[in-house]
């Protein structure tokens, strides 16, 4: 029998991934130059949505927020991952300690945002009985800190892992070597372990980007973009436009703009990495 | 130098447990020992606080939403792995189109909410069962993950099976199915919790109280009785006990699985 009738059996996930995924993807463009609630008639406005963008004093703070955001939680995750990588490594209890750095990525948000909030809460919090906690349901910048502080949470098992993996890969041989050479733990770190996890940390830095501008589900479920919209990241900008307040057309102008910004951050962010050498 | 590792790792691991340990005090407390504030004084057992959440009909109620979520969820996996192990099967006997399913992969999935609702609404499904089904009956990374499975079984042992006259059917359920199970188990797991974790799209597409998950519910719940942590925190850790067990029980494979993909 024919092994080309084999091909038939992608058809379900790629007729499915075609509409549900490709299409929409494609689609977005064409929702941006509507105006459209959702609920009327679309009216083709070319790239009136672009331009009120590009005048619009809520997308410049959201994109600021964002970004303020960004930095604050990259610079600590990346750091952490590695400080932790490499205290791990080789230790009876790596295992173990991997495992329950990876469970909160994986366990419901919705309940992991329930203990966060009951235990944080500054008003109605477990802590709050026990220590003083910054007041994050008045202060946009402790607001950012408690959502940065549940980012790093959910994601540090993964940023362990992946700097983790490239650790393993360093032959031990090279470390060996410097250290008859006569060449300090902290030497032999800064001129062989980290220029070899260069590869590592710039994967980590272009996923958290990407991550950091799109992501505000977190941002939804513990402070729905307050206090005084200080924790309104572009994703929940776009998320309250759209939904909110009704303006699809314009959220979906949004989320091309999000898009270019992603990718060309991106872009810069892995030529920069790849060029300091 | 050493002990300072060691230091911070198990800080860092307490902290991580923390909310974890808390919740599944927290779900216990006796709903006195919350309203005279006294937490940490009295130690306590109660089950009260699973009690309330069983009130008002079942469901609409806690339970009932669990159990729709369950199925749902457990549902769509289903889905993702028939369709993903199928595809992965044609890329393995030669379909070109794993370049395809890379491209995909890239999207971010997050930021579709307004073309995907607006082609929700072209198909005339917003509000209904299938808004929240066949948007996710099919993953790119499920089919990555299954393919890379399926490349290290050897190719001569499906040519074997082929010249003893077995057809698809026989090569997908005797031969790979048996051998990935691994792979199936960890792409499951991985399935399962993505889908049990969307937080907006539910809200979004399927708005209607038969339609509600465990998610929205809590998160509903959080919003309209934010001091009662008594029952939130119940809700919390039994929505959030299944996808743990499921996890420790496979724990190893799925870890690997990830350290797997860094490498390709």
Redesign the interface.
């Known amino acids: 029998m024919g092994r080309n009738n084999a091909h038939w059996f992608a058809l379900p996930a790629v007729a499915l991934l075609g509409l549900f995924l490709l299409y929409p993807f494609l689609d977005v463009l064409r929702f941006s130059t509507w105006d459209w609630s959702g609920l009327s008639e679309p009216r083709v406005i070319g790239l009136e949505n672009y331009r009120n963008i590009l005048r619009d004093p809520d997308f410049y703070s959201s994109l600021r927020i964002t970004l303020i955001f960004g930095a604050m939680t990259l610079v600590p995750f990346v750091i952490l991952s590695i400080l932790l990588a490499l205290a791990l490594d080789g230790q009876p209890y790596e295992r173990p300690i991997k495992a329950l750095l990876f469970l909160p990525g994986l366990v419901t948000l919705g309940g992991a945002t329930v203990a966060w909030y009951t235990l944080f809460s500054p008003e109605y919090g477990a802590l709050a009985s026990v220590v003083p906690v910054p007041r994050w349901d008045q202060s946009p910048f402790w607001a950012l800190v408690l959502v940065m502080l549940f980012t790093i949470w959910r994601h540090i098992g993964y940023g362990v892992l992946v700097v983790s993996a490239r650790l393993k890969a360093i032959p031990k041989t090279l470390l060996e070597a410097a250290a008859v050479d006569g060449a300090t733990a902290a030497q032999a770190f800064r001129y062989i372990t980290l220029p070899l996890l260069r590869p590592a940390i710039t994967f980590l830095v272009v996923i958290g980007t990407v991550l950091t501008l799109q992501g505000y589900t977190a941002v939804f479920l513990l402070t729905r973009g307050g206090p005084f919209g200080g924790t309104e990241v572009l994703g929940y900008y776009l998320y309250k436009t759209g939904f909110e307040v009704g303006r699809l057309g314009y959220a979906a102008a949004l989320t091309v703009i999000i898009l270019l910004l992603t990718l060309a951050f991106a872009l810069a962010q892995a030529r920069l990495l790849r060029e300091e050498k | 130098?050493r002990w300072?590792?060691?230091l911070?790792?198990w800080t860092?691991?307490l902290?991580?447990?923390?909310?974890?340990i808390?919740?599944a005090y927290?779900a216990f407390i006796p709903p006195e020992a919350v309203f005279s504030?006294n937490?940490?004084g009295q130690l306590g057992f109660s089950l009260a606080n699973f009690e309330v959440l069983g009130r008002g009909g079942f469901w609409e109620g806690f339970w009932g939403r669990l159990l729709f979520s369950v199925l749902l969820t457990g549902g769509v996996t289903l889905l993702q792995l028939?369709?993903?192990f199928?595809?992965a099967?044609?890329?393995k006997?030669?379909?070109k189109?794993l370049p395809?399913?890379l491209v995909?992969l890239a999207?971010?999935?997050?930021?579709?909410?307004?073309?995907?609702?607006?082609?929700l609404?072209g198909l005339r499904i917003l509000d209904t069962l299938w808004a929240l089904v066949?948007?996710f009956?099919?993953?790119?990374f499920i089919?990555y993950l299954l393919f890379q499975g399926m490349r290290t079984v050897p190719e001569e042992l499906l040519e074997a099976a082929r010249l003893d006259g077995a057809?698809?059917r026989v090569l997908l359920t005797r031969i790979l199915l048996p051998l990935l199970r691994p792979q199936l188990i960890a792409a499951g797991?991985?399935a399962f919790?993505a889908h049990?974790?969307l937080?907006?799209y539910p809200r979004?597409v399927a708005g209607s109280k038969e339609l509600q998950t465990?998610?929205?519910w809590?998160?509903d719940l959080?919003r309209q009785n934010?001091?009662d942590?008594g029952p939130?925190?119940a809700?919390?850790?039994a929505?959030?006990l299944p996808?743990?067990i499921i996890?420790?029980l496979y724990?190893?494979r799925?870890?690997e699985t990830?350290?797997e993909g860094?490498?390709g």
Do not use: C, D
Request: proline share 6%; charged share 5%.
């Open positions: 130098m300072l590792g060691h911070l790792v860092v691991a902290l991580v447990a923390l909310p974890f808390w919740m927290a504030g937490i940490f028939t369709t993903g199928l595809a099967y044609a890329i006997e030669g379909a189109i395809f399913f995909l999207i971010p999935v997050e930021l579709l909410l307004v073309p995907l609702y607006g082609l609404v066949l948007p009956a099919a993953s790119p089919v057809g698809h797991v991985l919790a049990w974790n937080v907006l979004i465990v998610q929205t809590i998160t959080q934010p001091a942590w939130l925190s809700a919390a850790l929505a959030t996808l743990v996890y420790l724990e190893r799925i870890v990830f350290e860094l490498k």
